[in-house]
């Protein structure tokens, strides 16, 4: 499959890695293809491709967004609507506010979330929630946590989210994805990032996960 990236972060790496080591055809997208960080990722993974947002955008049949959740709204308008229409869109982003220093705050939530702000700026794209509560590492790893623990998407396309739950589960090796329903249950799963940035703190870490029992 053709995939786009979105963000030369840590979290864009470790997507974008695990998505040519499983054999997918991406392009990883910076402001500049040549730029230092999505040239190196490139070369270090031997088949991954550099580009710009636009060309991640264009190349992908799915498009992760792993952008820091501040310049989110800001690179998808640099990757361009037209680019993304009709396509899955995985956001992977969340809105935390370093400005004051740690912990962070939410700049949007309770009645919006980021997830309904991409959704809306990009109104023809697929948007699906999805990877923003744990780890990066084990985004792409859920074995380094023991035993089994969840992970939750939303989104208001059934077609899309049962697209992003195949890579999930096939991919990356997820057992337990919650689907929570439109994409208005992002508020709730960016929520959970100021407990989990506590959590970090007692965890001694960041490698766990949430694990729901009823």
């Known amino acids: 499959m053709k995939i786009g990236v979105l963000g030369t ?3 864009g790496e470790a997507i974008a890695t695990k998505l040519v080591a499983i054999g997918h055809d991406v392009v990883m997208g910076s402001r500049s293809a040549t730029g230092e960080k999505v040239v190196a990722w ?3 993974t031997g088949k991954g491709k550099a580009g710009t947002f636009a060309e991640a955008a264009a190349h992908g049949e799915v498009v992760f967004n792993c952008t820091n959740g501040t310049a989110t709204l800001e ?3 640099a990757a361009g609507a037209a680019n993304l229409k009709g396509k899955v869109l995985v ?3 969340n809105p935390l506010d370093f400005s004051k220093g740690m912990p962070p705050s939410l700049w949007v939530c309770n009645i919006d979330s980021l997830g309904e702000q991409v959704q809306r700026a990009v109104p023809e794209a697929r ?3 999805a990877l923003n509560t744990v780890n990066c590492e084990v985004m792409v790893k859920p074995s380094l946590v023991p035993g089994d623990h969840d992970l939750f998407i939303c ?4 077609a899309a989210k049962a697209v ?3 890579i999930l589960k096939d991919g990356f090796g997820w057992k337990i994805v919650h689907d929570l329903g439109d994409i208005k249950a992002a508020r709730g799963t960016e929520m959970v990032l100021p407990m989990w940035i506590q959590l970090m703190g007692v965890m001694g ?3 766990f996960n949430f694990h729901l029992a009823h």
Do not use: F
Request: glycine share 12%; proline share 4%; no cysteine.
């Open 205 to 207: 870490g960041p490698t």
């Open 127 to 129: 948007v699906v929630k």
């Open 75 to 77: 690179v998808l308008k």
């Open 91 to 93: 956001d992977v982003a």
């Open 9 to 11: 972060g840590m979290v």
């Open 155 to 158: 989104g208001n396309d059934a």
């Open 164 to 166: 992003v739950t195949k």
């Open 42 to 44: 490139a070369k270090a």
